[in-house]
C-alpha cells in the first residue's frame, strides 16, 4: 500500500473514531459541536467567498 493511502486511512480511522465520540455525547453537548463545525465552515465558506470576488475586481 502507498504511503498516501495509509496516511488517508490513518485520516478516516481517526475520524470515524471521533464521530463515535460524539454519538456518545448528551443532545445538549452534540448540538454544541455541530453548531462549532457549523461556525467554522461557514467562517472559510464567507472567507473563500470574498477572496474570489475581490480578486475579481
Known amino acids: 500500500m502507498e504511503p498516501r493511502h495509509r496516511k488517508l486511512l490513518q485520516k478516516i480511522k481517526t475520524l470515524t473514531e471521533q464521530v463515535k465520540m460524539i454519538r456518545e455525547l448528551e443532545p ?3 448540538s454544541m ?3 462549532m463545525v ?3 465552515l461557514t467562517k472559510k465558506k464567507f ?3 470574498f477572496q474570489k470576488n475581490v480578486a475579481a475586481l
Open 33 to 35: 459541536v455541530f453548531k
Open 38 to 40: 457549523d461556525t467554522f
Open 28 to 30: 445538549e453537548e452534540k
Open 47 to 49: 472567507k473563500e467567498f
